[in-house]
């Protein structure tokens, strides 16, 4: 193994790699921003409105400027032509706040028109998951910010960037590779990398190792284009070719480099490449090159995303389930999981309010079932496995976030503790409803928030299995010092989920435990933003997968806002 690489030390990190996940960069979204009866702040003529955009950061907390329009000159109505584009999660809470400025000079150095007040025209704070939730990916709201004023409403679009949405699919071979193995030839497989801005790469792709040969032909493989150039069809993508040895000291055979734009010419002479190995072109006077690798095959297509199904209407419908076994503790204690300190939220509360605040931005009329399970209830202390918080059975919605953390503090003071841990109620209750509703139209997300050991693993397994079927996913959130074996089992990212002998359809469930996430500094919002991003990050995918498989394509998303009688009059 005369040329083990110096520079791949950590391979094992590429073998190791999943091409899906945390290597992708982040879908970008179009904010297009429009505002109507504005306050009009000049004398002899109507306002020159800007708009700035500030985000805020999840560590500080702190607004940062991110951009700001043009000004548009002698408007109340503006519709600006710059837009902003963000990257957009998901998983997290994404807060943004809109300024908007009379700009009464040519200056835009906002402290100075900070420092006169008639120049503010107002503002309006909400999240990107609100934007992209509402219908149509439209949002209309009232500015605010001066007392006893009216200062109109801005309108905020989103559009999904085209480049987002590509998806490749590809396929190579190579001929006369260098060969490595003392006994027999190669093992080649191929690594995939992206160039950055900065000019370091990041890994977006691993072939399968083609054992014991020089010319091997890889399987067909599809790779989202965002995650091979990000959008830029001429950012170099660098090619490693190893022979893989089984204790991971693989061995480097050479590299080439290409691009978006050269592969998608497809198999031509424009795609056949010499695989070079630098230290060999450098030692050995005679050396050509160490093999050739040739596209067979590039095709490009656009898939549906989660963000197509949101702007077409889709609805994503929360339910929260709260265990209330005793092992939790007496909640009058301060021991107790259920404490409800005067000064800080308990564990449940925490983790409710941080996936119930994403997650809310997507559903339109903001109300959210909430059950209990595990308790005995009043009057005659029946023991319950799936019970309204709001002691409401048939009714069981509760209005936003708040109204559940409500409901919860009262199910408290009038339900009594008891058990066992039963999680196939709760599933199965919402399962009902998910399966009353498989047109696309909706998708259901069961958070459920749990201290114990699970009593009921077969009949949970059994309830997973079929809801595997159905518009669903489920986030378990592990509270207290409990060993959570089994809940690792039921996540199924090693082995997917089984009953009876048969499999989940989809791997749709996520477990977290909350320990692995108290910050020891008593920093709750970021710590909580982490919870939040890690259990809900596999829910757009765990939501295309059932589309797809159910050949489910979204609604056409409602017409574009157009704007209409407005000066367009652009000042900078």
Not at 227 to 238: M, S
Request: proline fraction near 5%.
């Amino acid at each position: 193994m005369e040329d083990a690489m110096d520079k791949f030390d950590d391979m094992a990190s590429v073998s190791d790699f999943d091409p899906i996940q945390g290597s992708i960069p982040a879908t970008k979204v179009e904010i297009t921003v429009s505002c109507r009866n504005l306050l009009d702040k000049d004398t002899f003529s109507k306002s020159d409105p800007l708009c700035v955009l500030y985000v805020q950061g999840i560590e500080t907390i702190q607004w940062r400027e991110f951009g700001r329009t043009e000004v548009i000159d002698n408007t109340l109505n503006p519709d600006f032509v710059r837009k902003f584009i963000l990257d957009y999660f998901f998983e997290e809470r994404q807060n943004l706040r809109f300024d908007l400025y009379d700009v009464d000079s040519k200056s835009l150095d906002l402290s100075k028109h900070v420092s006169v007040i008639f120049d503010f025209l107002g503002q309006m704070f909400c999240t990107l998951g609100e934007i992209v939730g509402s219908p149509g990916s439209r949002l209309e709201k009232s500015l605010t910010g001066i007392p006893g004023k009216k200062c109109g409403i801005i309108v905020l679009s989103a559009e999904e960037l085209g480049n987002c949405r590509d998806v490749t699919t590809m396929q190579f071979c190579a001929n006369k590779l260098d060969k490595k193995d003392f006994f027999g030839k190669s093992d080649p497989f191929m690594v995939f990398y992206r160039s950055n801005e900065d000019g370091t790469f990041t890994i977006c792709h691993k072939t399968e190792v083609v054992k014991n040969t020089l010319n091997p032909v890889w399987q067909q493989f599809c790779i989202p284009v965002r995650a091979l150039c990000n959008g830029d069809y001429d950012r170099t993508i660098k090619v490693e070719v190893y022979d893989w040895d089984r204790d991971g000291s693989h061995d480097f055979i050479g590299e080439f480099t290409t691009s978006y734009r050269e592969l998608a010419r497809g198999q031509s002479q424009f795609n056949v490449y010499e695989v070079i190995n630098p230290k060999k072109k450098i030692k050995k006077k005679k050396y050509v090159h160490s093999g050739t690798v040739t596209l067979l095959s590039f095709t490009v297509e656009s898939e549906h995303t989660f963000l197509d199904y949101i702007k077409g209407g889709t609805q994503i419908n929360f339910t929260v389930a709260i265990d209330f076994t005793a092992s939790n503790g007496n909640p009058s204690q301060s021991t107790s999981l259920h404490y409800m300190n005067p000064y800080q939220m308990n564990a449940y509360a925490m983790a409710l309010k941080a996936v119930g605040e994403i997650i809310q931005d997507y559903d339109s009329d903001k109300m959210f079932p909430a059950l209990g399970f595990g308790a005995k209830l009043p009057p005659d202390g029946r023991v319950a496995h799936e019970f309204a918080l709001n002691g409401v059975p048939e009714n069981p919605y509760c209005n936003g976030i708040e109204g559940i953390l409500e409901a919860y503090h009262q199910s408290l003071k009038t339900v009594q503790l008891y058990g066992p841990t039963n999680f196939a109620p709760v599933i199965n209750h919402v399962a009902r409803y998910a399966a009353a509703i498989q047109d696309g139209s909706q998708y259901f997300v069961l958070l459920i928030i749990t201290d114990g050991v699970i009593s009921d693993m077969a009949q949970t397994k059994e309830a997973i299995v079929n809801a595997a079927k159905l518009p669903m996913s489920i986030i378990i959130i592990g509270v207290g010092q409990a060993e959570f074996d089994a809940m690792v089992e039921l996540d199924g990212d090693d082995i997917r989920v089984s009953s009876r002998g048969k499999p989940a359809e989809r791997d749709i469930v996520q477990f977290v435990p909350f320990r692995d996430y108290i910050d020891r500094t008593g920093n709750h919002v970021l710590s909580m933003a982490r919870l939040a991003k890690d259990v809900l990050a596999e829910i757009p995918d765990q939501f295309i997968s059932y589309m797809k498989t159910r050949s489910i394509k979204p609604n056409p998303a409602p017409p574009p806002y157009t704007p209409t009688g407005l000066g367009l009059h652009t000042q900078i």
